[in-house]
């Protein structure tokens, strides 16, 4: 058994391993292989599996007839140490039957006759050491790729974890935001109610006094009635489907209209109402009214020293609008694009900052739409435009 022919190693070549019992013929394939890459070579299967498995060669090139081991036997423990090995076959003339089930098995990729034509054992050798390359290649972009996929997953899953951090930080946050509001808000109807009763105990007081003090409680506590109802509201509307029926649009206005006339008439606010007649639509009349209680409410405080809230109904090409108009204050262009937002504000001693909120939930619901406009002459208009669909 001769030993192992090795060539100086050239880095940038493919590792190179052949194997066959005929040292003559073994060394006359080392020497057309020059320049195609670095070579091995041993002469028993046994002197080849230790070289399999101390070099890892990118092709192993054995003769079939080798003592021990036979060649295809080789390869193909070659292929289940590491499926990309190139596997090329040396074959006698007897040897074809066996060499054609073994390509057909898959346990190799090429065969040449014995004895091998220089040019077509480089061609050869050349084809499948491309071969593997791509497929090492392949294999080396598809385990960065699932390393990747992985790294990826792990970062989403931080993402998460810290998005929901956020979110309940943030959620805290605004329940925090709300208690404090809500504490607030009552604290300021409590305490008159607190004073207005102490005022009671006196006993010189007229019926007009007496009565002027009741009003005054009854005043303070529907207007802790209606933050009540506002955060009830939120509640309501952030779940559960609306309930929508067919209701006459002009009776639900009416209606919310005749709620808000005693408070309107007391701060000095005169209410209108221009309604389209016989205008039904599909709506949920409860939460409608909320809404258009709220704007109402919004309206009037923003005309504490009085005016006119104007409320009307029409329909046109597109559905139905319904306005609300007041003469107040009127919104700022800054806080317009927030007006709808949670616990906003302006000018107002009063209120959770909820009402527009909503409004604006209970609005959408429905599959409408709801604007502020600035009109002439001042003040604000809130729109409603109520789609075809839920016109009956």
Not at 347 to 359: I, N
């Amino acid at each position: 058994m001769g030993r192992p022919i090795r060539r100086e190693p050239m880095a940038d070549l493919p590792q190179i391993l052949v194997v066959d019992a005929e040292e003559e013929h073994l060394q006359a394939v080392v020497r057309s292989l020059e320049g195609v890459g670095r070579v091995e070579a041993a002469t028993s299967s046994e002197e080849a599996w230790a070289l399999i498995q101390a070099s890892d060669p990118d092709v192993v090139i054995a003769d079939q007839a080798l003592p021990g081991i036979p060649g295809i036997e080789l390869l193909h423990r070659a292929a289940e140490r590491d499926a990309h090995v190139g596997r090329i076959l040396l074959t006698s003339f007897g040897d074809t039957q066996e060499t054609v089930d073994a390509i057909d098995r898959h346990r190799v990729e090429a065969y040449l006759a014995k004895p091998c034509l220089p040019f077509q054992l480089r061609l050869t050798v050349e084809s499948v050491l491309e071969r593997t390359r791509l497929e090492r290649d392949n294999a080396r972009l598809f385990a960065n790729l699932v390393n990747k996929n992985q790294e990826l997953r792990e970062a989403m899953a931080s993402l998460r974890t810290a998005q929901k951090r956020v979110v309940d930080s943030e959620r805290l946050g605004a329940i925090g935001r709300m208690i404090a509001t809500i504490v607030h808000d009552f604290r300021g109807p409590l305490a008159v109610v607190a004073s207005t009763a102490g005022e009671l105990d006196r006993a010189d007081l007229s019926r007009e006094e007496l009565a002027g003090l009741a009003a005054e409680i009854r005043d303070e506590t529907a207007r802790m009635s209606r933050m009540c109802s506002e955060l009830l509201e939120v509640t309501r509307a952030s779940g559960g489907p609306i309930q929508q029926r067919e209701t006459d649009l002009a009776e639900l206005v009416e209606d919310v209209m005749a709620r808000f006339a005693d408070e309107a008439g007391r701060a000095g606010v005169v209410v209108e109402t221009r309604l389209a007649p016989d205008c039904r639509v599909l709506l949920d009349a409860d939460r409608f009214r909320r809404a258009l209680l709220n704007l109402a409410y919004n309206a009037l405080e923003a005309m504490p020293e009085g005016g006119e809230l104007r409320v009307t109904a029409e329909r046109h090409e597109d559905g139905v609008r319904v306005g609300v108009r007041d003469t107040g204050t009127g919104i700022p262009a800054e806080i317009a694009t927030r007006a709808f937002d949670p616990f906003v504000t302006h000018g107002k001693s009063r209120g959770t900052g909820l009402g527009l909120a909503v409004v604006k939930k209970v609005v959408e619901d429905h599959g409408a739409r709801i604007r502020i406009t600035k009109p002439e002459g001042g003040g604000t208009a809130f729109e409603i435009d109520l789609p075809r669909f839920l016109v009956c």
